[in-house]
């Protein structure tokens, strides 16, 4: 890694589109579910109901997710310095999945688009789930190479 996680080699380059795919997938698919679970969010708040803890807990997971993703892409910042919270991540999506799969999976739609939007989303958590699964792993063995890499500040020989 150069200076300020800046990519220097070509390794290291090869690994940048990869990396901004899955991201913006990412980002992408967060901002879909914060759609699908939102809007019976705003039905409930036009309704003068609170939300559904269920709802509210998925469209805050897409939350965190989406903002998780817009920093990873500031430049300077360390990507692989992530992975421990792309890890929580993906746990928080394997919760959501669980949650609205045992809801929504065996659920027979009847013709309601509610019900069919719903069984919909359980989809879009699993792509989720995995995506996460797969920048936390990634990140994980690009923390474990680089963390023994030498460093460019004086008087310190590893890191």
Not at 17 to 43: H, K
Not at 111 to 139: C, E, P, S
Not at 140 to 153: A, P
């Amino acid at each position: 890694m150069g200076i300020q996680g800046q990519p220097t080699s070509r390794s290291e380059l090869s690994g940048l589109i990869p990396r901004i795919t899955l991201r913006f997938l990412q980002f992408v698919f967060a901002l879909a579910v914060a759609g699908l679970y939102g809007t019976d969010v705003n039905n409930a708040r036009k309704h003068g109901v609170a939300g559904d803890p269920k709802w509210v807990y998925a469209v805050t997971i897409s939350g965190l997710s989406a903002l998780t993703c817009i920093v990873s892409m500031i430049p300077f910042v360390n990507y692989y310095l992530f992975f421990a919270w792309d890890a929580l991540l993906f746990i928080f999506w394997v919760a959501v999945f669980g949650v609205f799969g045992k809801m929504y999976i065996h659920e027979n739609a009847e013709g309601d688009a509610g019900i069919q939007r719903m069984k919909n989303a359980v989809w879009v958590d699993l792509f989720n789930m995995v995506l996460w699964f797969v920048t936390a792993v990634y990140g994980g063995i690009v923390f474990l190479k680089y963390r023994k890499t030498r460093t460019t500040l004086p008087g310190r020989a590893t890191v």
